[in-house]
T-cell receptor, first 114, second 110 residues
Framework: DAGVTQSPTHLIKTRGQQVTLRCSPK?????VSWYQQALGQGPQFIFQ???????QRGNFPDRFSGHQFPNYSSELNVNALLLGDSALYLC?????????????FGEGSWLTVV | QQQVKQSPQSLIVQKGGISIINCAYE??????FPWYQQFPGKGPALLIA?????SEKKEGRFTISFNKSAKQFSLHIMDSQPGDSATYFC?????????FGAGTRLTVKP
């Protein structure tokens, strides 16, 4: 049973560029959430996708956008990269319906903006 | 807006000792309280979780204590081992929206 998989694991981008990160959820899960984790801090919620729609969004600017595909996989796009966007980007998957749904994280994508 | 407050920021414990990490939340709508363990360079891994209708949950050396009236919950690690050295995050969730504490860096000395 594959867990949450993310790609790429590491990448370096230049300020002003755009980046796309990819995520495949755990088998059987239909909901994907994205988090940003700066060094030494807890994960910060970016947004959540279910049924190919953005369902919830945290306090992140419109430069952060996403997409969910029919197979439940997801992409996170960040435009006009800033130095402050350097962080570990975590994808988490879960089941939308149910009480107290367990959220599983991938290993993350390390983004460095120079 | 920090909805989950975690303390201490760092903790050093001797091997065999008890590690205790505390969290407090604000929103009474939260209905699921997990703890995650994160090693350097890795994503957070679910350690143990509790629902608000239960006051305590134990899995091996890990125990969650939950105080609904005080809006507080804590993680106890019994017989702490050097391999437990990691960063621990508490979280609170409602409707699939999970909010994390700032994390506690635990060091267990041999």
């Amino acid at each position: 049973d594959a867990g949450v998989t993310q790609s790429p694991t590491h990448l370096i981008k230049t300020r002003g560029q755009q980046v796309t990160l990819r995520c495949s959820p755990k088998s059987g899960h239909d909901t994907v959430s994205w988090y940003q984790q700066a060094l030494g801090q807890g994960p910060q919620f970016i947004f959540q996708y279910y049924e190919e729609e953005e369902r919830q969004r945290g306090n992140f600017p419109d430069r952060f956008s996403g997409h969910q595909f029919p197979n439940y996989s997801s992409e996170l796009n960040v435009n006009a990269l800033l130095l402050g966007d350097s962080a570990l980007y975590l994808c988490a998957s879960s089941l939308f319906e149910g009480f107290g749904n367990t959220i599983y994280f991938g290993e993350g994508s390390w983004l460095t903006v120079v | 807006q920090q909805q989950v407050k975690q303390s201490p920021q760092s903790l050093i414990v001797q091997k065999g000792g008890i590690s205790i990490i505390n969290c407090a939340y604000e929103n009474t709508a939260f209905d699921y309280f997990p703890w995650y363990q994160q090693f350097p360079g890795k994503g957070p891994a679910l350690l143990i979780a509790i629902r608000p209708d239960v006051s305590e949950k134990k899995e091996g050396r890990f125990t969650i204590s939950f105080n609904k009236s005080a809006k507080q919950f804590s993680l106890h690690i019994m017989d702490s081992q050097p391999g437990d050295s990691a960063t621990y995050f508490c979280a609170a969730s409602m409707d699939n929206d999970m909010r994390f504490g700032a994390g506690t860096r635990l060091t267990v000395k041999p």
